[in-house]
């Protein structure tokens, strides 16, 4: 490999409100070689390559240097156009467009002679050429609708590989979501780019392909740059010791729980996306945590669990007893409450008021025959705000004007109020700040305390340590183990996560 | 105790709109402000009103529901056959409430289960309802129906007309119903966010079914009031008379993007609508014009709406 470097990172930093993302991050990308970025949920790796891909810009104070100039793109576009191309993990397809119209969207439809006609004929012929690159065998005048998944994200990966002035492509799970044999097509194609002198930024869980087509890997821990190995040679543990190893800077309070009786037994679920064949029991009085890597099927998990999404197969037992939750009505009335990681599409009811938002689980509550008053919601908002510090002006504020913290406690509110034996959490300290955070682990300590069961997802992993009894951990749809608290190490939870990804 | 306020002047939007409107008509024409002329927009309100609270009920949920008119039509022709078959006033207008009931929960079911938008969905069966109306009656409308049908629409109970009766019955039972019970409280959940209700464990899909039967009730009653008042049932009649439901609601304040409108409000929407067609009758206005005035005052009502949620944001 010839050592001409195509890019420089030079202290590249990015701060959002509340949280340093990345911290003087420096690194070189060579040409032809495909550099690794490896990494837990939260590390950077997503933030930086979105700085060098032009969708955020980085803060001031560090530069980018592509080919030789300063680099500082305006945008994806800007990017693009210097031959810094992403490959997302999310589909940038039009659904009802066809396979050409898809392929040629960025740089246009070929024209006519008479200019406002498209040239359909060349159109084809253009796009067969780019899905020709990866061998592909797709009918260009079909709806990209109609495709698979796995078919959308190898076009998706056609689409972008095909640009003739790459210099630098980034791709971020590329194979998330295809089959083994498109995994080899496109490593196969890898080594093309690589020949051609194209530069590969590669992110992935899969660490045995970081081996089979990784050149260096660089690790990043907190946003912050950790070390560098050489992929061919490194060892799986090795990386995993890297990525791991993340110091206490957040107090968690936690009492000593003493579990009780099984209260909800999961045997052997499966849903009809991603969630295979999974089996766990949950006690009273403790906190079970849910680990594993952000797509491992954990919130599909609770989901199917809830009645929010139609299980497939297995069942569900509570206090030993099956029971059919068919849909969230039902759960609820089984004493089973999910507060969902997006409040505000999936929990909240924003143009309400607060005391609407804290009572809608159990109306039936507040009066009888299905009858109720405003005067009863507005007392029991209030019990809570003083039960959870909940500030707000009035309970008859709209829930809209809380911050995220505040707006997070009035969802805990509700299940409270709705006598929840079973409460699963989805990524409950998400987008709150460092002092709500520490509110919310007193409250689920002492819900705990209370004798309820709390299940808890999280993707930060000192946290799931710190406030869990258990964890058990998902991966690639698997529960892959299930770990007492005597057992927990960074480590042996980041082995769990990545071993779905392992054995495929 | 400052949102308090807010929400107060909120509300007295529309009350203001209707009573300056009010009050520029008796200027304007000495008639206005007798009780005979008092007794006649509420009468012309009561159709309008009755359909307006129904409008507003789907609306909350989120939904829109074209076919009243059709239905109110539909509605009205059973009752008229049910009346020439021998069948006695009363029943035959309580049996046709039950078949508007039947026709909205056929809405329901198209909007709930088929998963058809509300405006695709009540656009679809407005022509069949309507279409049937037609069908049945050959185009023709059903008329000399006995006598006593009149006593619903120009009958009075302690003074107050029939019509003006009804309608307010209707009112209070919507407000109570929306004000003061689980599923009325849940119908502005759905609203506001039908997925987070669903994860709440509210039954979304029962509640909107429900909410579009009571809707074709009510076109129903509505119905009744009309054949009452005019004893007479055409396979046209009220045609168009679910815009200007939608204009009474909205102009007392419901959100299209739901979550949010009164009964109050919309009372006070389908009054302003009527003061407008009674005003201009009474000065001898050119009635196209109380079109124009009409639209005028939707738009400006919801706009004033809109600034004033922007400043409170």
Same mark, same amino acid.
């Given at each position: 490999m010839d050592k001409e470097k195509v890019l420089h990172v030079e202290n590249i930093s990015k701060t959002f409100p509340g949280v340093k993302a990345l911290n003087q991050i420096s690194l070189d990308l060579f040409k032809g070689e495909v550099l690794v970025l490896a990494g837990e949920n939260g590390a950077g790796k997503s933030t930086l390559v979105k700085i060098l891909s032009g969708i955020y810009t980085a803060d001031e104070g560090g530069r980018m240097i592509l080919d030789g100039a300063e680099y500082t793109p305006k945008g994806i576009r800007d990017a693009n156009e210097k031959g810094i191309y992403i490959i997302h993990q999310e589909l940038n397809m039009i659904p009802d467009m066809t396979v050409t119209e898809n392929l040629l969207l960025a740089q246009g439809l070929p024209k006519h002679k008479v200019k406002c006609f498209v040239n359909w004929k060349e159109a084809d012929k253009q796009a067969q050429a780019i899905i020709d690159e990866l061998d592909l065998n797709y009918d260009l005048h079909a709806k990209v609708e109609t495709l698979s998944v796995a078919n959308q994200q190898m076009l998706e990966i056609s689409k972008t590989i095909s640009q003739e002035n790459a210099k630098v492509i980034i791709m971020d799970?590329?194979?998330? =979501?295809?089959t083994g044999q498109e995994t080899d097509k496109l490593f196969e194609y890898i080594k093309k780019l690589k020949k051609r002198g194209v530069s590969i930024i590669y992110i992935s869980h899969r660490l045995e392909e970081i081996k089979r087509i990784g050149d260096r890997i660089i690790v990043l821990r907190d946003g912050t740059y950790v070390g560098e190995k050489d992929a061919v040679t490194v060892n799986v543990s090795e990386v995993i010791q890297m990525m791991v190893g993340r110091e206490v800077t957040q107090y968690y309070p936690k009492s000593e729980h003493h579990a009780g009786d099984i209260v909800l037994e999961v045997e052997d679920l499966s849903l009809y996306k991603l969630v295979k064949n999974v089996s766990f029991q949950a006690r009273k009085g403790e906190v079970l945590g849910i680990g594993g890597l952000v797509g491992a099927g954990r919130t599909e998990l609770m989901r199917g669990i809830f009645g929010a999404d139609k299980i497939a197969s297995g069942r569900i037992l509570l206090n030993g007893k099956p029971v059919r939750l068919t849909n969230p009505k039902v759960s609820v009335e089984h004493r089973i409450a999910f507060l969902t990681e997006d409040r505000k599409r999936l929990g909240l009811l924003m143009g309400q008021d607060i005391w609407f938002n804290v009572v809608i689980s159990k /109306? =039936?509550? /507040?009066?009888?025959?299905?009858f109720l008053t405003e005067g009863k919601g507005v007392k029991v908002a209030q019990s809570y705000k003083e039960k959870l510090n909940i500030r707000m002006p009035s309970p008859k504020t709209l829930v809209e004007n809380l911050s995220g913290g505040n707006q997070q406690k009035v969802i805990f509110a509700r299940w409270l109020f709705s006598d929840s034996d079973i409460i699963m959490f989805d990524e409950p300290t998400r987008g709150i700040d460092v002092g709500a955070k520490t509110e919310m682990y007193e409250l689920i300590d002492q819900l705990v305390l209370d004798g309820k069961t709390v299940i808890l997802i999280s993707s930060d992993m000192m946290e799931l340590m710190g406030i869990s009894d258990r964890i058990a951990v998902m991966s690639n749809g698997s529960l892959t183990g299930i770990l007492d608290r005597k057992d927990f190490t960074q480590e042996r939870i980041m082995e769990l996560a990545l071993k779905g990804y392992l054995e495929k | 105790m400052k949102v308090d306020v807010k929400k107060i002047i909120r509300k007295i939007g529309s009350l203001l709109i209707l009573l300056v409107l009010m009050l520029c008509m008796g200027v304007a024409s000495p008639v206005f402000f007798t009780v005979g002329n008092i007794n006649n927009i509420g009468i012309q309100a009561s159709v309008n009103v009755v359909l307006s609270i129904g409008m507003l009920m789907v609306i909350i949920i989120g939904g829109i529901d074209l076919s009243i008119g059709a239905i109110l039509a539909l509605a009205g022709i059973v009752s008229a056959y049910l009346m020439k078959a021998g069948c006695p006033i009363f029943w035959a207008m309580f049996i046709s409430c039950f078949a508007g009931a039947a026709l909205g929960a056929v809405n329901g079911f198209i909007v709930t289960y088929m998963k058809l938008p509300p405006f695709v969905a009540t656009l679809g069966t407005t022509g069949i309802f309507r279409g049937t109306a037609l069908l049945i009656t050959n185009g023709l409308p059903v008329s000399q129906l006995p006598n006593e049908v009149r006593v619903i629409g120009q009958g009075s109970l302690l003074g107050i007309p029939n019509p003006i009766v009804i309608m307010l019955i209707v009112a209070i039972i919507i407000y109570v119903v929306l004000t003061y019970t689980a599923y009325g409280r849940s119908l502005y959940a759905i609203g506001s966010n039908y997925e987070a209700t669903r994860l709440s464990g509210i039954s979304v899909k029962r509640n909107t079914m429900v909410t579009y039967t009571v809707e074709g009730f009510l076109a129903a009653v509505a119905g009744v009031i009309l054949l009452g008042r005019l004893a007479v049932a055409q396979p046209n009649a009220a045609t168009g008379y679910e815009s200007n439901a939608i204009a009474a609601a909205v102009i007392g304040g419901a959100s299209f993007s739901g979550g949010r409108g009164s009964v109050v409000g919309a009372l006070i929407g389908a009054l302003v609508i009527s003061v407008l067609n009674n005003g201009f009758t009474l000065l001898g206005l050119n009635s196209f014009v109380q079109q124009i005035a009409i639209g005028v005052v939707v738009v400006l009502a919801v706009f004033a709406d809109i600034m004033q949620r922007a400043k409170v944001n």
């Open positions: 799970e590329p194979t998330a =979501s295809i /109306l =039936s509550k /507040l009066g009888q025959h299905g | -």
